[in-house]
């Protein structure tokens, strides 16, 4: 599988990235083990996960997700070879400050993740979400911290606006200290605007990386659904029938079907493959809980889309 650079940074990635949300959630120990085996088979190097994957399971306090793929990473002996993506930020405890971008949150919590994935540095540490209450020269400076000490390579954002992200480039350069060189929208075919109309232009221009999520609408885009049939027994189905089950979404996933058929392949993997061509892209996240499923998406990495295609896609979803 080739690798893109991650925005501005010398840091080259697989342009299709695990998301570790499934571990130990959906997955228990050994299908994660059984996923996670596939993806580096496949050729695959990046894997992205949070401190609060998964506290919202009943019976979670958070920190699953991270303990199995730790816990894979020590039985392979392969930390070296992966590039290895976690978040803070979202609420842990309860308590004021359970929640957050505070420099005492990060701090502590960088401190909890690494002992969690068993290493000792993180490749890309994460702002789960944008915190309004905490000034962001405090925040960059704590993440500044972390890199100078080698216990974090790269700092990156997830869920920020465009001006939110501007405002903390211009904070990072006028303090000197690490600058978010990631960040992490949601974005999909179905989902195109709030990523397109502001953050795209001003990631290509800044030289910002974009590993996007709910890459596949939680799995919408999987072939699962279908009009007028049962949905799922999935934890997401109730999700994507709220977001994607719309008169919209059916006729975007008409012709993501068509498409497949016409390319002789699946419909998740011309969804992903649309994402990787989109300019400015650095990689996919998506998760799989099956063998087979992470087969289909390492796939999608080497699926060049024809320009009618990606047209007719475009078009589809504008």
């Known amino acids: 599988m080739q690798t893109r650079r991650m925005g501005r940074t010398g840091l080259w990635v697989t342009p299709i990235c695990f998301g570790g949300n499934v571990l130990g959630w959906t997955t228990d120990q050994q299908r994660s083990f059984d996923v996670l085996d596939a993806f580096v088979q496949g050729g695959g190097n990046f894997i992205d996960t949070a401190d609060v994957y998964s506290r919202w399971a009943p019976g979670h306090v958070g920190g699953e997700s991270e303990v199995i793929l730790g ?69 960059l400076r704590a993440f500044d911290d972390l890199v100078t000490s080698g216990k974090v390579r790269y700092i990156g954002a997830s869920n920020y606006s465009a001006w939110r992200l501007t405002k903390a480039l211009w904070v990072s350069d006028s303090l000197n200290v690490a600058r978010y060189d990631c960040v992490q929208p949601r974005y999909n075919l179905v989902m195109r605007a709030d990523y397109e109309r502001e953050l795209e232009p001003m990631c290509i221009s800044e030289g910002v990386g974009v590993i996007t999520y709910s890459s596949l609408a939680s799995g919408f885009f999987s072939g699962k659904y279908k009009a007028g049939q049962p949905l799922p027994e999935t934890p997401r189905a109730g999700g994507v029938q709220h977001n994607y089950m719309n008169d919209r979404g059916f006729k975007i996933l008409a012709e993501v079907e068509r498409i497949a058929t016409e390319l002789n392949t699946t419909p998740g993997q011309v969804a992903l493959a649309w994402i990787m061509a989109r300019p400015g892209i650095t990689a996919a996240i998506a998760s799989g809980t099956t063998v087979a499923q992470v087969q289909d998406l390492t796939a999608s990495a080497n699926l060049v889309l024809p320009a009618e295609a990606i047209t007719a896609l475009t078009d589809v979803s504008a």
């Open 71 to 139: 816990d894979w990473m020590q039985a392979r002996g392969n930390r070296r070879d992966l590039i290895v993506a976690t978040k803070v930020g979202m609420r842990m405890s309860d308590g004021a400050n359970g929640e957050g971008l505070s420099r005492y949150r990060i701090i502590k919590h960088v401190e909890d993740s690494l002992k969690r994935l068993k290493t000792d540095y993180i490749d890309l540490y994460q702002a789960h979400a944008d915190d309004l209450h905490t000034p962001l020269d405090e925040t």
